[in-house]
């Protein structure tokens, strides 16, 4: 249903507004329910989104009574209490519907669709539409979804060793992040920044996160709760080619 007096460039600030309270789409400190609500920061960009909007173009369609669950570089993402998620571009108002779950991720310049399957995740580019897939699966062994931030996918897969978390990006070897504790559970990995992802995960019944740095594999530190400390491997062409950057396990998360 249109917006009634609404304008593209209005709705693109509206969006992003929204998805920087509800999601975490501004940079994080802390997790969303301890950082504090900045009161002035919203109105600032509200004002400046109204004073622009007599230079913008037509109204955008939005769907009836769907709740937004994501904005990115190009468009937003909204879901039905149906279950069915739109992605709507905010050039021309254009929009394509899905059924399952669907998620928008974004770097700086381009947005993804990833697609969580029981069996597949496939991440889609909005901007080549090239597609990365990754085999997942129920079995003992076999890989499970942890998530998604920027232009990754991440799995976990349990081993000898303990828990692994792994890192997926299309066109480039994967990459497994370590300094994950061996006994962690209920891994997931969302974004936090332009440049991190949120780690959370479950050890000794207690819940832990930290910052994952999407480049370098290194960590930025909270101010509220220790980090999860992390590193990668990244395998190239032979085993003797790897590349390691280390880092060590995280302390205990105060309450």
């Given at each position: ?132 897939e990754v085999p997942v699966g129920s079995l003992p062994g076999d890989a499970k ?95 003797a080619g790897a590349r390691a950057c280390t880092g060590s396990r995280p302390r205990?998360?105060?309450?």
């Open positions: 249903m249109p917006l009634a007096r609404s304008t593209r460039r209005r709705l693109v600030g509206a969006v992003t507004t929204v998805l920087a309270v509800t999601l975490g789409a501004t940079p994080l400190t802390a997790p969303a329910h301890a950082a504090p609500f900045a009161g002035g920061v919203l109105a600032v960009e509200a004002d400046a989104v109204e004073a622009d909007a007599v230079t913008a173009a037509d109204p955008i369609a939005y769907p009836k009574g769907g709740r937004l669950v994501g904005a990115g570089v190009t468009g937003f993402l909204t879901t039905s209490n149906a279950g069915i998620t739109t992605f709507r571009r905010y050039s021309d108002g254009s929009g394509q519907s899905y059924d399952g779950a669907v998620y928008l991720r974004s770097t700086p310049t381009t947005d993804f669709l990833v697609f969580r399957g029981s069996y597949t995740i496939t991440q889609r580019n909005l901007a080549t539409n090239n597609s990365l979804w942890a998530g998604a931030a920027a232009d990754a996918v991440f799995t976990t897969v349990v081993t000898d060793a303990g828990t692994v978390l792994r890192k997926h990006v299309d066109e480039a070897p994967t990459v497994t992040v370590t300094g994950l504790p061996a006994d962690a559970s209920s891994v997931m990995v969302t974004p936090a920044t332009s440049d991190h992802a949120k780690v959370a995960f479950t050890q000794g019944g207690l819940g832990k996160w930290g910052l994952l740095d999407l480049g370098r594999c290194s960590t930025t530190p909270t101010s509220s709760r220790p980090p999860l400390t992390a590193a990668c491997t990244r395998a190239a062409a032979s085993s205990a998360a105060t309450p």
